[in-house]
């Protein structure tokens, strides 16, 4: 079955790093992504990765693959209070690429 | 500009009655998707439609509606059915073909039946 899962919330000191993890079922998974949504908006696509990869990184922004346990993590350097939402992991599958399915979420608080 | 437009933001609803959520798109993307939001369980989808006059049951699409009649609108009908409609409702549509799968989202419309 699909399935995403995430804890539901993290707290970090702002200048500390932020790690959000996720875990997902479907090994047929083609690509995942992390979103990031705003108190009373809707999600904005922070970063992807290919099933293929193992990392990317895109400035503050890391994104580590562990395919064989089915875990994806985020990782945000250096983290401001602008960092503070709530970050999807989402995935899509080779066999139904029109559905993309998402985790409850992760809600991130900075505190000073 | 172009983007997905949700109307209304806020919405009450008295018990039994039907109500339409609004979604419109000038970003010439084919696919349209609806998804509910409620605290701690993520997004849920309702509907989706890849192209014009067709449109695919989601997990939860129990109680709603969809049409699917021009390519930039994708309206949902809150049906009496839906037992428990107050929530946060997500509009968000993609390039069909594209790999990478990018969602666009709407900024919401937050339905309250009393």
């Known amino acids: 079955g699909e399935d995403v899962e995430q804890s539901l919330f993290l707290s970090v000191r702002e200048g500390d790093s932020s790690v959000i993890n996720c875990t997902y079922t479907d090994s047929s998974s083609t690509y995942l992504y992390w979103y990031k949504q705003e108190p009373g908006a809707g999600l904005q696509l922070l970063t992807y990765?290919?099933?293929?990869?193992d990392m990317k990184q895109d400035q503050r922004l890391t994104v580590l693959l562990n395919k064989k346990d089915k875990h994806l993590s985020l990782r945000i350097a250096d983290t401001q209070t602008g960092d503070s939402a709530i970050y999807f992991c989402?995935?899509?599958?080779?066999?139904?690429?029109?559905?993309?399915?998402f985790g409850s979420g992760t809600r991130l608080s900075i505190r000073p | 500009d172009g983007g997905i437009t949700q109307s209304p933001k806020y919405l009450f609803r008295k018990e039994g009655q039907n109500v339409t959520l609004s979604c419109e798109q000038n970003?010439?993307?084919?696919?349209m998707y609806w998804y509910r939001q409620d605290p701690g369980q993520g997004l849920r989808l309702i509907y989706y439609s890849q192209i014009v006059n067709d449109f695919q049951k989601g997990d939860i699409a129990e109680g709603y509606s969809v049409s699917r009649e021009k390519k930039e609108s994708f309206p949902l009908t809150v049906t009496s059915a839906q037992k428990n409609p107050t929530a946060f409702y997500l509009c968000?549509?993609?390039?069909?073909?594209?790999?990478?799968?990018?969602?666009?989202f709407g900024e919401g419309s937050r339905l309250t039946v009393l």
């Open positions: 989402a995935e899509s599958q080779y066999s139904s690429a029109s559905k993309i399915i």
């Open positions: 990765i290919f099933s293929n990869m």
């Open positions: 970003l010439n993307h084919d696919a």
């Open positions: 968000a549509s993609r390039v069909a073909s594209t790999n990478t799968g990018e969602l666009f």
